[in-house]
Structures are given as C-alpha cells and as structure tokens.
C-alpha cells in the first residue's frame, strides 16, 4: 500500500547532539513538509519541497535543517540549536504544492524528547 | 492573527447521536480550500473531508458532512451516527493561494471529541 513512513516512532535527544527524522513516501507525491505539533495545540511548518534539491523554510525553521536528495525521501534533521525540541514531529506530502483541492497526507509521527 | 478558529476545546457525545465540530476561518483571499483531520490518539493525521470556497454544495463523505456558511467564515464539520472509534482530536485546516508557488495550509487548534457509550 502506497503511504508515508516515519522513523524512529520515539526518539530521545541528549544535550548538544543533533538527531535526524526519517520520512519516505511511495506516493510519487512532488512535495514534503515538515510538521512539530506540541500537545494541545495545532501544527506549525518547519520546512516544506516542491521539487528535488529545492527546499523552503516554514513558520518555525530555527534549529532545524532539511534535505531533498530522493523524491520520495525529505529527512529532518533537529540540531542542537533548537532549544526546545520536545515535541511530536509529523512528515506529510502532497501530489503538488499547490492546488487548493489537494489533501496532505500524513505520516505515523515521531515522538522526540531530550534526555 | 489567528486565522482558523476552532472554540470547542472538548466536546462530548452518545454513541450514536449526531455532533457539529465549529470551525471559523479568515481570509481575504476568494479562493481558498477547507480541510478536517482527525488525529487518534495514536498520532496519524487522517483526512476526512474536503470543501473548496467555489463549491456551491456542501461536502459530504459517508458519516462526515460540511456546513459550509461562506458569508460567515465558517466550516463546521458534522459527524452522524457517532461511534466509540471517532473518539479523537479534529483539525480544522485552510489552504491559501499564495501570492508565490507555495499554497499555505494553517492549522486550527484541534478539538478533542469524546464519545460516550
């Protein structure tokens, strides 16, 4: 079945270290986001991609770092910059980045806290 | 400025009765999209249901159903026939053309929806 995967499902982050978030989809979707959802609230964009090796920074970017080498692959990587990273993390994709009757697709989710 | 409103933090329902979920946006722009989700308790977003600003009917997926008040910004999503699996948190969603490439999608505050045997 065509879908998003997020990897890990949990993940804890020690002081001063960078962690990275899997996302894959086989949707042959053009564009990725990037979600942090904290409890009790919306989601809020951190990053999004249109296209391969194109990417654009979201609503709340800092402390945070992106690639798009693979279609179907747009990792996110939390530096040790980010200084409140506990939060659940939501990968999602779209057939293209614009077009207002096209929904987002979402991933499981990832569940990061520091240590 | 807030642009989706949803002021239901935690609603309450019997197991098969009907529910309205409130839901109120605001934009400038004429054409636009609106979106609910419902997020379980463990994590997915689903996408339930879809109504586009031009849509002259009002959505409706099996269960789901979307009242949609253009003049009054709103997009309340209606659940019938609830059951013990609707139990979870709703998104409302807005998606604006944007002046660039990129069309925005702003999330509501999510409410939290319990349903009652």
């Known amino acids: 079945d065509g879908g998003i995967t997020q990897s890990p499902k949990y993940l804890f982050r020690k002081e001063g270290q960078n962690v990275t978030l899997s996302c894959e989809q086989n949707?042959?979707?053009?564009?990725m986001y990037w979600y942090r959802q904290d409890p009790g609230q919306g989601l809020r964009l951190i990053y999004y991609?249109?296209?391969?090796?194109?990417?654009q920074k979201g609503d709340i970017a800092e402390g945070y770092s992106v690639s798009r080498e693979k279609k179907e692959s747009f990792p996110l990587t939390v530096t040790s910059a980010q200084k409140n990273p506990t939060a659940f993390y939501l990968c999602?994709?779209?057939?293209?980045?614009?077009?207002?009757?096209?929904?987002?697709?979402f991933g499981d989710g990832t569940r990061l806290s520091i240590l | 400025a807030q642009k989706i409103t949803q002021t239901q933090p935690g609603m309450f329902v019997q197991e098969k009765e009907a529910v309205t979920l409130d839901c109120t946006y605001d934009t400038s722009d004429q054409s636009y999209g609106l979106f609910w989700y419902k997020q379980p308790s463990s994590g997915e977003m689903i996408f339930l249901i879809y109504?586009?600003?031009?849509?002259?009917q009002n959505a409706t997926e099996g269960r789901y159903s979307l009242n949609f008040q253009k003049a009054r910004k709103s997009a309340n999503l209606v659940i019938s026939a609830s059951q013990l699996g609707d139990s979870a948190m709703y998104f409302c969603?807005?998606?604006?053309?944007?002046?660039?490439?990129?069309?925005?999608?702003?999330f509501g505050p999510g409410t939290s929806l319990s349903v009652i045997p």
């Open positions: 991609s249109q296209i391969v090796n194109d990417f």
């Open positions: 999602a994709s779209s057939l293209r980045i614009w077009g207002d009757n096209q929904p987002q697709h």
């Open positions: 109504q586009g600003s031009y849509d002259e």
């Open positions: 949707l042959n979707h053009d564009a």
């Open positions: 969603a807005m998606r604006e053309l944007m002046k660039t490439s990129y069309d925005k999608v702003i």
